[in-house]
Every structure is written in C-alpha cells, then in structure tokens.
C-alpha cells in the first residue's frame, strides 16, 4: 500500500491565485481529515470526511476555503483567494473508523508559501 | 528509503508508571522531529527537537533527541489515565513530513 499520499509536496504560490491541494485515502479507509500546521498553532483539523460526507468544517478558516471528496479515493482542499497568512503545511490523513485506537495513516503534507 | 518507525505499537501500563515511547527514523536532510499526542480527531503538540541531546520537559512529559543514533525518546512520568491515547512521531525533511504509525497508550487506573 503506497499510504496517504498528498500532492503537490511544495507550492508556492502569489496573493490571491487559487490553490489546490489533492489527496489520495488509503483504499478501505472510510474516514479523511485535512489539519493544517503552523508553529504558531500547531496541528488544527480544519475539516473531517466520512464515506464522503463532509462531518464537520468547524475547523475551516473561513470561505476562502473548501475542501470536496468526490468518491472515495480523492479529496481536495482549495484556498480561493490565498493569502500570505495561509502559508503553512497542510496535511490529509486516513483511517478506518471504528478501530478504536485512532489509527491514521497522516500523508506527507504540503507545504505551502503565499508570498 | 526514508522511513519513521516507533515501538512498541501499543502499551498498557498502570496509573504511576513511568513510560518510555521510542521513535528512530532513517531520512535524509533531516530538519526536525516532531511528537504529537493523538486522543481526539486533531493531535496535540508536544515537542519540536532539532539538536541532539537537549531535553525538553512539559510537566511529566519530557523528549530528548540523538541525531547520531538516529532516535528520540518520550518519557512520561507518574502516568495518568489522561495521559491514554496514541503518540505520535513525525520527521521533517523540508519538502515533507514522515510519520511514524504512532504507539497506542493505555493507562490502566
């Protein structure tokens, strides 16, 4: 199983373009989260999936962001329009819900520079 | 191949223990490691460790880091049942992150 995997590993980008941000689940996993990290904040979820249904998008900043999962092997998270304040690494990760034990799977993030 | 793997996968201890989470890691322009506690849907944040042989301390949590062996350590003292969840160990490597599959906790009262 090749894991979480996110793309693209590395954006840079310039105030007020359009990003997006793609993940690929685990196959069978049933629930996906997306967590944006900072220094300042650490790791905050901003949105959770499950069979995907969007559960809860508390966590989203704001309406600049979205974030769709179409079927149950890609989701995306899109920031429109960017800002500076959004640079960060923006992780997705997968699991199999009802394991109890909150087993992700984390991918290896994005990182992303709004300059 | 990069990889980040932690040991052991799960622990049951009693409430006063002491427990030691291992974390090695094999990748290349390593920049730091990182360790989360995972009891929720967003994991905690714990330490950052860049330099070998520096411990931090939170509380009863402590970490140290050694670059040459390739390995940190989580220590937690005078365990609470609080303290239940799974510990997570991340590398970062500057273009990505490596995380471990974590160690599931159980503090038995």
């Known amino acids: 199983d090749a894991g979480v995997i996110q793309s693209p590993r590395h954006e840079v980008t310039e105030m007020g373009q359009e990003v997006t941000l793609r993940c690929k689940p685990i196959?069978?996993?049933?629930?996906l989260f997306w967590y944006r990290q900072t220094m300042m904040r650490g790791l905050e979820l901003l949105i959770y999936?499950?069979?995907?249904?969007?559960?809860?998008d508390s966590g989203m900043p704001e309406d600049r962001f979205s974030a769709k999962m179409p079927n149950a092997s890609f989701s995306t998270l899109k920031i429109q329009p960017s800002e500076p304040r959004d640079s960060a690494v923006y992780f997705c990760?997968?699991?199999?819900?009802?394991?109890?034990?909150?087993?992700?799977?984390f991918g290896s993030g994005t990182r992303l520079t709004v300059v | 191949e990069d990889k980040v793997v932690q040991s052991p996968l799960s622990l049951v201890v009693h409430e006063g223990d002491t427990v030691t989470l291992n974390c090695s890691y094999e990748?290349?322009?390593?920049?730091?490691l990182l360790w989360y506690k995972q009891e929720k849907k967003a994991p905690t944040f714990l330490f950052m460790l860049?330099?070998?042989?520096i411990e931090k301390k939170s509380g009863r949590l402590s970490s140290i880091l050694d670059k040459k062996e390739l390995f940190s350590i989580l220590n937690i003292t005078a365990t609470q049942t609080g303290d239940s969840a799974v510990y997570l160990c991340?590398?970062?490597?500057?273009?990505?992150?490596?995380f471990g599959t974590g160690t599931s906790l159980t503090v038995i009262p």
């Open positions: 990748v290349t322009n390593f920049r730091s």
């Open positions: 860049t330099s070998s042989g």
């Open positions: 990760a997968s699991e199999l819900t009802g394991l109890g034990n909150y087993g992700y799977t």
């Open positions: 196959s069978g996993h049933n629930s």
């Open positions: 991340a590398v970062d490597i500057g273009n990505q992150f490596y």
């Open positions: 999936f499950n069979n995907n249904v969007p559960i809860d």
